[in-house]
């Protein structure tokens, strides 16, 4: 097998295994938390923690790889996704709604690991298939979205209290996460790589290109999580059984990735920057059926839109963030890159839980459309000024 076609292989299956992990999460975390926390305008703290984990692990996450390599990065993210799992489990026997907080920011940290894999993809795939080698391996993500949905389900009442045996299967997805891991292989990185250098980072965070990529990313991640976080809240308060939510949010997860096949061909026939205004059309259309219902219908075609958008944003935002960088400046420049995605995640997780728990699901959606509109605004900026050139 050609060596880049199995690398790319291999990181779509740690994918799969890190959405099964998450999604198994996005089904529990705020459930959990509703159920343990002290004031429930706090039960979506635990995804706060999980996002958090992500968001001040990413840089050293990327600082760690770029002196000890991928492989190595991959094995500690694994290793910190067990660890989440069984501080979750014990939480929970123990009733303590804090320890699960810090069981979520220890499944955050693997987060922050995990979304290099994207990144490993482009580096071991040539030029013109580096498009289409990151589109592939988030396409593992797909079965994520039908596992994860199923083991919150299935797991939630396997064990008393409610949940610990939910949060003990994490420990398993990781562990295999982790025994793949191990036989990835990388190309040997160069001095450049690996000791850094380059232009400033305030310089590189100042071109259009940066800009409009890193927007893409953070308003695209923050919107979807704001709204996926809220929704099994949302469901239950419509009066929706949790078999309903683990449907939509499997659909959801199947809308993030299953357009993971074809998006790396739509990039390249249409071009990066009218996908992701096609992303931002999508979000829109997702918040304007989310604002029109509250029938499991309605939750299903906002929320696999929205997951359709936000593959769009992802990818495409993913796919531009290589034009802003060189060899030299790659780790700085992806770790900031995926510092402002969690910055984004972690307001947009502490908000979902706030506002729909005081204000509702429609307020929660048309707080979504001004970050949407200012990604939509970015893109078709930047593509004129192209045309322009």
């Not at 949060?167 to 990388?186: E, K, T």
């Not at 990185?189 to 380059?198: I, P, R, T």
């Not at 075609?301 to 030299?328: D, Q, R, S």
Request: charged share 10%.
């Amino acid at each position: 097998m050609n060596p880049a076609h199995r690398a790319v292989g291999l990181l779509a299956a740690c994918q799969a295994l890190l959405l099964t992990n998450g999604v198994t999460l996005v089904a529990i975390n705020a459930l959990a938390g509703f159920a343990l926390a002290p004031d429930k305008r706090l039960a979506t703290l635990p995804v706060v923690g999980y996002v958090l984990g992500s968001a001040v692990s990413t840089l050293p996450a990327s600082h760690f790889m770029r002196r000890h390599g991928r492989r190595a990065g991959f094995l500690l993210g694994t290793f910190c996704g067990m660890l989440g799992g069984a501080i979750g489990a014990a939480a929970i026997l123990l009733q303590s709604f804090w320890l699960l907080c810090a069981a979520t920011f220890c499944s955050g940290i693997y987060q922050a690991f995990g979304q290099y894999l994207r990144f490993a993809a482009a580096e071991v795939a040539p030029a013109d298939w580096k498009s289409r080698a990151i589109s592939l391996t988030l396409a593992g993500g797909i079965l994520g979205g039908f596992i994860g949905p199923a083991v919150g389900k299935w797991t939630r009442d396997l064990a008393q209290p409610q949940y610990i045996a939910s949060y003990a299967s994490l420990i398993g997805f990781a562990l295999v996460a982790m025994m793949i891991a191990a036989s990835l292989r990388f190309p040997p990185q160069s001095q450049a790589e690996q000791h850094g250098g380059g232009r400033p980072l305030k310089e590189i965070a100042r071109q259009p290109v940066f800009i409009v990529a890193a927007l893409a990313a953070a308003a695209g991640y923050g919107v979807m999580n704001l709204l996926m976080n809220a929704t099994p809240l949302a469901m239950d308060f419509c009066g929706l059984g949790f078999g309903d939510t683990a449907f939509v949010l499997q659909w959801h997860v199947i809308g993030m990735f299953a357009p993971s096949f074809f998006t790396g061909h739509l990039i390249a026939r249409f071009g990066v920057l009218n996908v992701l205004f096609a992303g931002a059309v999508l979000m829109f259309a997702c918040i304007g059926i989310a604002v029109q219902g509250i029938t499991l219908m309605h939750f299903w075609w906002a929320l696999l839109l929205l997951g359709v958008g936000w593959n769009f944003l992802y990818i495409g935002g993913t796919t531009l963030l290589t034009e802003a960088y060189t060899p030299a400046e790659k780790a700085k420049t992806q770790g900031l890159n995926d510092f402002l995605m969690f910055f984004a995640m972690a307001g947009s997780s502490f908000a979902s839980g706030v506002v729909v728990t005081s204000a509702g699901w429609s307020v929660l959606n048309q707080i979504a459309i001004p970050f949407v509109a200012l990604t939509a605004l970015g893109s078709a900026i930047l593509w004129m000024k192209r045309r322009a050139n």
